[in-house]
Structure formats: C-alpha cells, structure tokens
C-alpha cells in the first residue's frame, strides 16, 4: 500500500451507507471545517479545538486510505452521520476561529508509531455517548488543565501516537489499477495483492501460501487467488478484477484492524514501493527499459513514433517517444509514463502483436508475447523460448540444458534463472520483456 496522501477532496454520501442520498464531492479542508464547526463549539479552548480537529482529519483520512466504503461496492469515501462517521452538513455555518486552524493544519494527522496508515481515531461526545477513543467534552476540561493538543491526544489514543505534519496533497486516485491482473501481468499491484494474500492467509489457511513475492503474477498467485474467491463467493477465475481487488482490499483490512483504534497497522516496509508507480525524464532501470521496449516494437507499426532505443535511461528520445504515443492515443500529454500511459502501453502492443499476420510473425520469429512467461506456462511462446534456451545452453556451459516440450517446466526455470544470476537480475524465473529479448538474441547468435 502507498504512503496515504491528503486528498484535494472528498466524496460525502449525505445520508447512511444503503440510503438512497447525495454523493457530493467536498475540498477536504472544507469538510473538516464543517465536520470541526458541526461536532465542537468556537468557544472552546484552542488546544481542544485543535486536538478535536486532529481527531478528526485522521478519522476521515483512515476511510479514503482503508477504501472502507468503496471496497464494499460504494461511490463514496465517508457518510455525512454520526451514526457510522462524523456529521457533515451540507451548506452548514463554518467559525471562523475553526476555519483558521484547519486551514493551517488540515494535512496534518495522528499515526501509530512506526505505522504509517492514518489512524482510526474514533470519537465521540462523552456525555450522551461513550467510545474508546476521544472524548470531546473531556478534551475540553484536559485542555483546560493546560495540556496541548498532543498530550490531548496521546490521553485518549495512547503514548505511543505521533503526528504527521505538511503530508502531501494530491488527487485521491482508486486503487485499482484499471486492468485486471491475472498469470503473466507484472508489476507493484501484483506484489501488492501477494502481500495482501499472504497476510490474509494467516486468518484463512486454506489460501495456500505464495512463496516468492516478486511482483510477478505466477501459478501460485493465481492459486492463491482462487482459493480466496471460492471462500468470498466471488466469481472464480483466478483473475484479481475490480471485485476480486476489493474484496482483497476489504479482507485485507478487516484481518489488518485498520479500521479501529488497536490497528495491526501498516509498516514503513509495507508501505515501500519495489517497482515505481510513475517514470519520468531522468529515471533509469529495468521499468524503463520495458517502456523503452514497447516503444521500440511500436515504432516499426506507426510511422509517428520516433525511433527509440533500449538504454535504461529515461532521456530525450524516450520523453518524445512517450509524448507522441500519448497524444496518438487521447492520453494527457505529460512525457510521464503513469498508470493510464503504462495500461494503454501494454494494451496497444498486445493488439499490434495478435493483429500481424500470421506469415510477418513467423518471419520475425520472437516476438515477446505482451505477458510475463511463468512456470507451468505452455504453447508456442514457451517453446520458442526453450528453443532459444536450447542454442545458448549449447554454447554456454552455465545455463542448464533445455528441451523443447512446450512447457514451462522445472528444467526451463533452471535456466531463466541461471540467466537472470548471470545477468545479474532478480531471479524470479519468470520471463519478461528484456529477458525474452536477451534469450532470443542470444539464442539466435547475434
């Protein structure tokens, strides 16, 4: 899971989950500055105001960042009622004392310590109801004792809460990556579901264990997967979907306590990004040079792309390349390769690929074939690549001899991964773009 961001808005149902109401999209600081004037009284003291609005801004940044109601098929981030949130309402009177002290500390909220998710900082008014975390009224009366916001807080929350300050501000993108992920898709969602599945495993053995998280989407991710949809009632295909992704999500987070005070939480190691989520001028690495392959390939079909090559290096000929290709195929022109560039990226390579002629393919004999190769893969691609694997085996006493049977068996691993150590890649086993390009230019002696 990424870092959490404050969103520039928020998505408010103005009424309960399953009550047919308004969905209305509110700048964040906005709503807290009607939430704060809704739930607290201006004449409070400033220390209590300013804990009651920390509380506050945590609580509903827990609900964007857990997706607790748009994992359950919602459209929305919070509720307007107190009966499952905080009160919100629409047109309400905002102080001006309150207004002030959100806009200076609207991106700023609890956290456990050493956990990075936003806090579930519950609350309630104490008087008329009881809760396990904040009390407004006793806010009040600590704060009237002298104690600062912090000491407000760490009294209801525990010792052991700190506060992040200035976080980021950005848009609240969905999780989702916008395409399914199945048995070849790679990527930082496919590590993210391995960890999710793995976590939720320790609740639910029967979802066998994914040995090597790699962020490639192998037999036992797909294993795993459809373990997990048969327990959920889900559609069993082994396919994470946008169901499949939030019911991970939904679990992931019940199992996790995200949504209460006594969370398991989210680590800074959890929270740690492997494979980048955007590449811009200036970056370098294997995610370029996958980029830098689809664009290569493309460039021999459409006459607009500049020629491109494969280097690692995110410079000048790449940033055109991606500029080009995003405004061919009605992207935001941005030279920046982000989640809607990279889907697009892929899916117009697999239709140029399934859409050449069946004598142009055999003529250029080695086409990557648009997914990750795992073990236990079979057809034409896998054998093309044993085939390859074959040839350098033959001239290579360090790679494992292949035979070419059509599937991808524990003798082709062998050798993937023999090259992956001699390439000094990661040795997943599995076959990806620039490795396919290695074995099939090696192969053929070039």
């Not at 959100?102 to 936003?118: L, M």
């Not at 773009?433 to 192969?443: A, D, H, K, M, N």
């Amino acid at each position: 899971m990424d870092y959490p961001i404050v969103p520039v808005s928020i998505t408010v149902h103005l009424g309960e989950p399953d009550q047919p109401a308004e969905n209305v999209a509110v700048p964040f600081a906005d709503y807290i500055k009607n939430v704060a004037s809704s739930e607290i009284y201006p004449t409070w003291p400033e220390n209590a105001i300013r804990a009651n609005v920390l509380a506050q801004i945590s609580y509903a940044l827990n609900r964007v960042y857990t997706e607790y109601y748009r994992s359950r098929g919602y459209e929305f981030d919070i509720t307007s009622t107190t009966r499952y949130d905080q009160a919100y309402t629409p047109g309400g009177e905002v102080f001006e004392n309150i207004g002030i002290i959100v806009d200076e500390i609207f991106n700023n909220y609890v956290v456990r310590q050493g956990r990075i998710e936003p806090l579930f900082a519950q609350f309630c008014d104490g008087v008329r109801t009881q809760c396990r975390g904040l009390s407004q009224w006793g806010s009040l009366e600590l704060a009237q004792q002298g104690m600062t916001p912090y000491e407000i807080l760490q009294h209801y929350y525990g010792q052991d809460i700190g506060i992040v300050t200035n976080a980021q501000v950005g848009i609240n993108v969905p999780s989702y990556p916008g395409i399914a992920l199945q048995r070849g898709s790679f990527g930082e969602e496919v590590r993210q579901i391995q960890l999710e599945l793995n976590r939720i495993g320790r609740n639910f053995p029967a979802i066998p264990a994914i040995p090597a998280v790699t962020g490639v989407f192998d037999v036992p991710t797909e294993q795993a997967v459809i373990r997990f949809q048969d327990i959920f009632n889900l559609y069993v295909d082994g396919i994470v979907g946008k169901a499949t992704w939030y019911k991970l999500k939904e679990i992931y987070n019940g199992v996790k306590r995200l949504s209460e005070i006594s969370s398991e939480g989210i680590t800074f190691s959890e929270a740690q990004r492997v494979y980048p989520s955007i590449l811009h001028y200036g970056d370098s690495g294997i995610a370029v040079r996958i980029v830098q392959y689809y664009l290569a390939f493309l460039g021999y079909f459409l006459p607009d792309l500049p020629p491109i090559r494969i280097t690692g290096e995110f410079g000048q000929e790449t940033y055109d390349a991606v500029l080009t290709f995003q405004n061919k195929y009605g992207l935001a022109v941005d030279g920046i390769v982000g989640r809607n560039t990279w889907n697009e990226l892929q899916r117009v390579y697999r239709d140029a690929v399934s859409q050449l002629p069946s004598d142009y393919q055999t003529y250029l004999g080695e086409i990557y074939p648009g997914r990750f190769l795992v073990p236990g893969d079979t057809g034409a691609a896998v054998s093309q690549m044993q085939a390859n694997l074959r040839r350098i085996a033959q001239a290579d006493p360090a790679i494992p001899a292949v035979e070419v049977t059509g599937t991808f068996d524990a003798a082709t691993e062998a050798a993937v991964r023999a090259l992956q150590r001699q390439m000094g890649f990661d040795e997943t086993g599995a076959v990806g773009p620039i490795l396919w390009s290695e074995i099939s230019t090696r192969g053929r002696g070039y």
